[in-house]
């Protein structure tokens, strides 16, 4: 399965994936990195194409997810929506900073518009609220506000209410990184869940209760 860290430029997507991948190799976690990163990047360090790498299930070895990154800069619009073709799930990284709010948006608006209306419904989403040890920060009902505006957050009474995105508050820098591996496991364990008990779609009519593990496929 594929997971695409989507979001504006210099919001932290390549840095969430470092850190992802460190903490896995590391530490011993429910997923294991395969191989190294491969990263297409300007001489800046800006990614130019995508960064990737893959990440296998500790206990079920034939479960993998591919991560991918997208070039953030206005101009890579026709890369991004390459590299999102077959994504199975989303982490949104936000820039927490309130003057990067409008590019916050304006990513999130492609991102709608690329994913043809299919987030939550067919692709899991899930929010990074990025650089959180910063000053001057957009705060969770702010963000909750902007992704309700956008369709992309649903009354308790809907019944794709379940799957409304989570907003992680997060530093994706390694050496204070928070809740860059949990939104990770959070999203891969959703993507599975589409596919093992939604045939590709949100389950929105099980009446037992959803496992927190991964299912067996």
């Known amino acids: 399965m594929k997971i695409v860290y989507w979001g504006p430029a210099g919001g932290g997507k390549t840095t969430a994936v470092d850190t992802l991948y460190r903490i896995c190799k590391e530490t011993e976690k429910e997923w294991i990195p395969i191989g190294k990163l491969t990263k297409i990047a300007m001489a800046s360090?800006?990614?130019?194409?995508?960064?990737?790498?893959?990440?296998?299930?500790?206990?079920?070895?034939n479960i993998h997810h591919h991560v991918f990154t997208v070039a953030g800069q206005k101009r890579f619009s026709p890369l991004?929506?390459?590299?999102?073709?077959g994504t199975d799930g989303v982490i949104f990284?936000?820039?927490?900073?309130?003057?990067?709010?409008?590019?916050?948006?304006?990513?999130?608006?492609?991102?709608?518009?690329?994913?043809?209306?299919?987030?939550?419904?067919?692709?899991p989403l899930l929010i990074m609220l990025n650089k959180r040890d910063l000053d001057d920060c957009l705060s969770i009902q702010e963000f909750e506000k902007i992704i309700k505006e956008e369709g992309l957050l649903f009354e308790p009474n809907h019944e794709l209410a379940e799957w409304n995105p989570l907003i992680y508050?997060?530093?994706?820098?390694?050496?204070?990184?928070?809740?860059?591996y949990r939104i990770f496991a959070e999203c891969a364990r959703r993507t599975i869940i589409y596919q093992a008990y939604g045939n590709g779609q949100a389950p929105t009519k099980l009446k037992a209760k959803l496992p927190k593990e991964v299912p067996d496929l």
């Open 93 to 123: 990284v936000a820039d927490s900073q309130r003057s990067r709010l409008d590019d916050n948006i304006e990513s999130l608006k492609e991102l709608k518009k690329i994913s043809e209306n299919k987030l939550i419904i067919e692709i």
């Open 45 to 61: 360090g800006s990614t130019l194409y995508f960064d990737r790498g893959i990440f296998q299930n500790r206990k079920q070895t």
């Open 169 to 180: 508050e997060t530093v994706a820098l390694y050496e204070n990184a928070k809740n860059v």
């Open 80 to 85: 991004r929506k390459e590299v999102f073709e």
